[in-house]
């Protein structure tokens, strides 16, 4: 299932009209203003879907991510289409949502793709790359730049279609229980880290973990792992990880634009008639933009709120650990490359498409920014 099919093809496009109309209709009214209301009521669903996420439920950003995804497929369907939504640990582990769309016991998933790794190692580069694309050049990527039609092949024999639905931006370094001075200072260091971060992280002489958000706080203050990422100061404040370590550390290097996903299980989609599959897309396109504003909106604020009321200790990466985590970076991705056709091709379209864009992320982004 490809976005451009649905732009290029009539029925597309009048699934787009769909997108509007089943939210409201407007009527002139003899002052000349429009009077816009629902266009019906809601009818019985047509079809009752699980989505089930790896977060857990209602928590800021991602949790109640999935509930807008889930909302906005509802609403747009006119209720034809109803989501009910299971958080990580109600209906299967928060590690498994990708396994149970595939299966068929929920047809939707909410989570990263990083964690399916082990069953597909070039998940982890649609997620994003350590020192790679920013969150706009991401979804450029994807949606511009052939990045999505190179991700849902990867899933297809796994009967699953991925879209994008949301990104953190540009995240935090993580919380440390001890400082970061140079690189010998991560030699031993335990730390929860998903993706290729982790690996990169292995050889630094670190040692990773992958362990649900849920997990983080009482893990970290008990000494099970010495560090961990989440997110950025919007989620961490809410974990309350400032009451577990001393140290901030900034920027996330490992997660410069990470890309969230819903997979949706395509036997399930299959059964949709066209304009019910494309209010899913659209829908999906919706919920990414939200989720990046989102983040971008709130995070500022929490931020503020950490160091002014909870006197938390904002470090940044030594540059020589940042030079030594950025060449073992490019380690990681040739292994990958080399041991996965899927991988290779993936990072070798994401490399071009950044040959393309970077000059002018430079002239604009950058400069633009070091002048403010």
């Given at each position: 299932?490809?976005?451009?099919?649905?732009?290029?093809?009539?029925?597309?496009?009048?699934?787009?009209?769909?997108?509007g109309s089943a939210l409201s209709a407007c009527r002139p009214q003899q002052s000349g203003q429009s009077e816009c209301g629902p266009l019906s009521e809601?009818?019985?669903?047509?079809?009752?879907?699980?989505?089930?996420?790896?977060?857990?439920?209602?928590?800021?950003?991602?949790?109640?991510?999935?509930?807008?995804?889930?909302?906005?497929?509802?609403?747009?369907?006119g209720g034809r289409i109803a989501v009910k939504i299971y958080g990580g640990g109600e209906l299967i582990p928060p590690f498994e949502v990708f396994d149970a769309v595939s299966r068929g016991t929920a047809e939707l998933g909410h989570?990263?793709?990083?964690?399916?790794?082990?069953?597909?190692?070039?998940?982890?580069?649609?997620?994003?790359?350590?020192?790679?694309?920013?969150?706009?050049e991401q979804n450029a990527w994807l949606y511009y730049g052939g990045g999505l039609e190179l991700w849902q092949e990867a899933y297809a024999e796994f009967g699953v279609i991925p879209f994008p639905v949301g990104s953190s931006g540009t995240q935090m370094g993580g919380w440390f229980n001890r400082e970061i001075n140079s690189v010998d200072d991560l030699v031993g260091l335990k730390m929860r880290i998903p993706g290729l971060g982790a690996e990169v992280l292995k050889r630094a002489g670190g040692t990773p973990t992958t362990i649900p958000g849920a997990e983080l706080f009482t893990a970290l203050q008990t000494g099970t792992i010495d560090a961990t990422e989440w997110i950025g100061p919007y989620n961490d404040l809410?974990?309350?990880?400032?009451?577990?370590?001393?140290?901030?550390?900034?920027?996330?290097?490992?997660?410069?634009?990470?890309?969230?996903?819903?997979?949706?299980?395509?036997?399930?989609?299959?059964?949709?008639?066209?304009?019910?599959?494309?209010?899913?897309?659209?829908?999906?396109?919706?919920?990414?933009?939200?989720?990046?504003?989102?983040?971008?909106?709130r995070s500022g604020p929490s931020l503020q709120r950490l160091i002014d009321e909870h006197r938390v200790e904002l470090r940044q990466f030594p540059a020589a650990v940042l030079k030594k985590l950025s060449g073992l970076t490019a380690e990681v991705i040739a292994d990958l490359a080399a041991s996965d056709d899927h991988s290779a091709r993936a990072h070798?379209?994401?490399?071009?498409?950044?040959?393309?864009?970077?000059?002018?992320?430079?002239?604009?982004?950058?400069?633009y920014l070091t002048s403010r």
């Open positions: 299932m490809k976005r451009r099919n649905f732009i290029n093809q009539t029925g597309g496009l009048a699934a787009l009209g769909l997108v809601p009818g019985k669903p047509e079809f009752k879907w699980k989505m089930v996420t790896a977060w857990p439920r209602d928590f800021p950003g991602l949790g109640t991510g999935a509930n807008k995804l889930a909302d906005y497929i509802q609403r747009l369907s989570g990263a793709s990083y964690y399916w790794k082990g069953k597909i190692p070039a998940a982890q580069i649609f997620a994003g790359v350590p020192f790679g694309l920013t969150s706009q809410a974990f309350g990880l400032f009451r577990a370590a001393k140290y901030y550390y900034y920027p996330g290097w490992h997660e410069p634009g990470t890309t969230l996903e819903l997979t949706v299980n395509s036997a399930a989609f299959s059964e949709l008639p066209e304009d019910l599959q494309a209010i899913v897309e659209i829908a999906s396109q919706a919920a990414n933009m939200d989720m990046l504003s989102e983040f971008t909106a070798q379209s994401m490399t071009d498409f950044y040959q393309q864009v970077r000059d002018w992320t430079a002239i604009s982004d950058y400069n």
